[in-house]
């Protein structure tokens, strides 16, 4: 099966820059996904780690290091409408795709 | 392009009821799944599915079933309705899992079992 870890709430200042740890066990691999989530409202992808390295997306950039079961995503620039909860993911083998229980990024002013 | 679409967006049922979760894509992918999410806990899959007539439990599919007839169609019937089923479920679907492809999601149906 697959397990990840992530915090569960984490805190920062508008306009700074944050990142979200995720460590991971699987039994196969197949990537790292990012996808936050709003209250109330449904997940949407953010990313997708298959590599080791950076990848960046605008404000956005996720992490992989495949050695270490390791990846981060990095928040650059926050901004409020960044408040919202961020699910880290993996895929493992046959299994579809599991979620970490998620971090609840808290932005203040 | 109407995406995901779950119907319906809220339902109350008793205990011992039994319901159909309606899922429905019109992108033309093979992977569907369905997921709940309860407080603390993530989002936990139930059952998913990497193309017609093809399904498979997550981690949590007690309670529940599924079919796959069509590839724009999932459906999740909950066949005795306990409280514990209480929870907001739900749907996806991706081009590929294994390429970068990420879930899309539908916007949700929040259930409450009393």
């Known amino acids: 099966g697959q397990s990840l870890e992530q915090p569960s709430e984490v805190t920062a200042v508008e306009g700074a820059i944050v990142q979200i740890n995720c460590t991971y066990q699987?039994?196969?691999?197949?990537?790292l996904s990012w996808y936050q989530q709003h209250d109330g409202g449904a997940p949407t992808f953010l990313s997708y780690n298959a590599l080791d390295g950076l990848e960046e997306t605008g404000r956005f950039s996720s992490f992989l290091s495949r050695s270490d079961s390791y990846g981060y995503l990095l928040l650059q620039e926050l901004q409020m409408k960044d408040s919202a909860s961020y699910f880290c993911a993996v895929k493992g083998g046959a299994d579809g795709l599991t979620f970490g229980k998620g971090t609840h990024l808290i932005i203040q002013p | 392009n109407a995406g995901v679409t779950q119907t319906p967006k809220f339902q109350v049922l008793k205990t011992g009821q039994s319901m159909t979760l309606q899922c429905a894509q019109d992108m033309n992918h093979e992977y569907m799944s369905w997921y709940r999410q309860d407080p603390g806990m993530g989002l936990r899959l139930i059952h998913y599915?990497?193309?017609?007539?093809?399904?498979d439990q997550g981690e949590v599919p007690n309670g529940y079933n599924v079919s796959r007839s069509t590839t724009e169609d999932f459906p999740l019937r909950l066949l005795s309705a306990a409280p514990s089923q209480t929870s907001v479920y739900f749907c996806?679907?991706?081009?590929?899992?294994?390429?970068?492809?990420?879930?899309?999601f539908g916007s949700g149906t929040r259930l409450t079992v009393v």
């Open positions: 996806a679907s991706s081009y590929s899992l294994d390429r970068g492809y990420g879930y899309t």
């Open positions: 699987t039994s196969g691999f197949y990537g």
């Open positions: 599915s990497v193309g017609a007539g093809i399904t």
